[in-house]
C-alpha cells in the first residue's frame, strides 16, 4: 500500500517522478533511490501517469506515464475506481467512483500485473486525481506563494544561526531581508539542467549559496527587516543574451552567439520551456524601467548583478509576489496584474511563440539553470524581441544605452529572469 500513498503524495504537485521513486525503493523524502526499471513509472505491478484518450465501448485507457511511455489499460467489471483530493496521502477520503468518471487529462495509478513489454495492463485498482483538481490546488498554491512570498537574490549566509539574507525589490528599491530558515522549513532547489517549479528536489540550508535566487513563503516581520520562512525554492541560474544563427526544430536546439563576445551557446528547447515574445509597449516598458536602473530609482530595473556566468539571472532579483512594480507600460497597456506580482507575472501574459517562428538573426534572452556544460542550456523561458528593447534603449536619453555585460550579452536591469512561478 505505501507506493499508492507514494503516488498520492506525488499526485499533489502535479509530479510522478516522486512516486516512482517511492516505488522504486520506498525512500524517504529527500532521499533518491535509483529507479529499477527504465521507465520509473511503470513497474510489473503499477503504471503511473496521465490520461491520454479512454475508449469506452472497448473498456479501455491509454496512459502516458511522465518518462513518456505509453501503456493500455484494459478494464472490466471488477476494476476498483477511487478519487482522491490531491495532497492526501492515504486513502482516508477517497471516494468509489464509475469509469466514466475518469477523463483524459487525469493522473492515475493503476494497480495490475503490467504485460512483460510493458505496454499493457488489466486494471484491478485505478486511483484518480481528476485534471481540475489538481489544477484547482496548483492555482490555490499559487495565490498563496504570491501573498506570502518574498523573492531575491542571496547576498549573506549565517550557517549558525540558519539565517540567508537576500537582496529583493520593494516599492523603495532593493533592500536587503534577513530570512530565517529553521530545520522546519521545507527545502527544495532546481537541478542543474532542470525546468520546472514543481520538479525542485528535496535540499536543505547547507546547499544554499551566495549570488543563488530564492523564493520564500512565510510570514513578514511588521518592519518587513525579516521574513520567517515555511518553504525555500532556490537555485543556480543565469540569463543570456544572443543573436539566433540557426534552428532545428528536429532537434529542438537554437544555436545563438552571445551579444557582445561572440561566444556560442546550444540552446535546448523541452516540452516544459516557456517560449515568449515581448511586444513592442512591452520593450519600451522595459527599457525605460532598466534606464531608470541606472539612476538608482525605485521605479527603474533590478541593481546590478555578480558578473560571474554561473551566478544568478542577469537583471537582479525577482519581485515578491505582492511587491507593487512600476506600474503600466507605455500606451496604457496593463502589464502586470493589480495587487503586484513579478517578472513572471509578465512573461505568462505575454504572446506565445513556437520554434518554428523563431529564426537566423533573431535577438533573445534565454534563463536556464547552470548545467554540467556551460555552452548548453536548457531552457527555463525563452523571449524574442530583446532587439526591439536595445532600440528604444538607443533612443533614450544620451549615454543610456550601456554595453552589454559580457557574462550575459545583456545590458544591466533589461530583464528579470530566474525562479518561475510554483
Known amino acids: 500500500m505505501k507506493p499508492i500513498f507514494c503516488a498520492l503524495l506525488a499526485c499533489s504537485t ?88 475518469v477523463s483524459a487529462g487525469d493522473k492515475v495509478y493503476i494497480r495490475g500485473r503490467v504485460s512483460d513489454d510493458k505496454k499493457s495492463v488489466p486494471a484491478q485498482r485505478l486511483v484518480v486525481m481528476s485534471k481540475g483538481d489538481i489544477q484547482k490546488k496548483h492555482d490555490q498554491e499559487r495565490a498563496e506563494w504570491r501573498r506570502r512570498g518574498i523573492s531575491g537574490i542571496v547576498s549573506a549566509l549565517d550557517a549558525s544561526k540558519k539565517e540567508a539574507t537576500i537582496q529583493t525589490r520593494t516599492r523603495e528599491g532593493l533592500k536587503q531581508v534577513v530570512v530565517d530558515a529553521p530545520d522546519t522549513v521545507k527545502f527544495r532547489r532546481y537541478a542543474p539542467d532542470s525546468v520546472k517549479f514543481s520538479d525542485a528536489r528535496a535540499s536543505s540550508f547547507t546547499e544554499l549559496q551566495v549570488g543563488d535566487q530564492l523564493r520564500a513563503m512565510g510570514e513578514k516581520a511588521t518592519d518587513d527587516s525579516r521574513f520567517s520562512a515555511e518553504q525555500i525554492v532556490s537555485g543556480s541560474f543565469r540569463t543570456i543574451g544572443g543573436s539566433v544563427t540557426a534552428v532545428s526544430a528536429d532537434t529542438g536546439e537554437i544555436k545563438i552567439t552571445m551579444l557582445g563576445s561572440k561566444q556560442a551557446f546550444t540552446i535546448v528547447i523541452n516540452k516544459d520551456s516557456m517560449l515568449r515574445r515581448i511586444p513592442p509597449q512591452m520593450a519600451m516598458f522595459l527599457a525605460m524601467r532598466s534606464q531608470g536602473a541606472e539612476g538608482g530609482g525605485p521605479a527603474g530595473g533590478q541593481g546590478q548583478q555578480p558578473a560571474s556566468g554561473a551566478g544568478p539571472a542577469q537583471g537582479g532579483p525577482p519581485r515578491s509576489g505582492g511587491q507593487p512594480g512600476a506600474g503600466d507600460a507605455p500606451g496604457g497597456q496593463r502589464m502586470r496584474p493589480e495587487g503586484g506580482g513579478d517578472f513572471q507575472d509578465m512573461l505568462e501574459r505575454m504572446p506565445a511563440v513556437t520554434l518554428a517562428e523563431i529564426k537566423a538573426g533573431d535577438i533573445i534572452a534565454v534563463s536556464s539553470t547552470t548545467g554540467a556544460d556551460p555552452s548548453r542550456l536548457t531552457a527555463i523561458t525563452l523571449v524574442t524581441g530583446v532587439d526591439a528593447i536595445l532600440t528604444a534603449m538607443a533612443r533614450g536619453p544620451a549615454g543610456a544605452r550601456r554595453t552589454p555585460n559580457l557574462s550575459t550579452g545583456l545590458p544591466p536591469g533589461v530583464l528579470d529572469f530566474g525562479i518561475g512561478q510554483p
Open 14 to 101: 502535479v509530479s510522478f517522478a516522486v512516486a516512482a521513486r517511492c516505488s522504486a525503493g520506498s525512500a524517504p523524502d529527500g532521499v533518491y533511490a535509483a529507479p529499477q526499471t527504465p521507465d520509473a513509472g511503470i513497474t510489473q505491478t503499477r503504471v503511473l501517469g496521465e490520461v491520454t484518450a479512454i475508449d469506452p465501448s472497448g473498456k479501455q485507457m491509454t496512459v502516458k506515464t511522465d518518462a513518456g511511455s505509453m501503456v493500455t489499460v484494459a478494464l472490466d467489471e471488477k476494476t476498483e475506481y477511487l478519487r482522491v483530493p490531491p495532497g492526501e496521502t492515504s486513502l482516508d477520503k477517497a471516494v468509489k467512483i464509475a469509469f466514466a468518471d
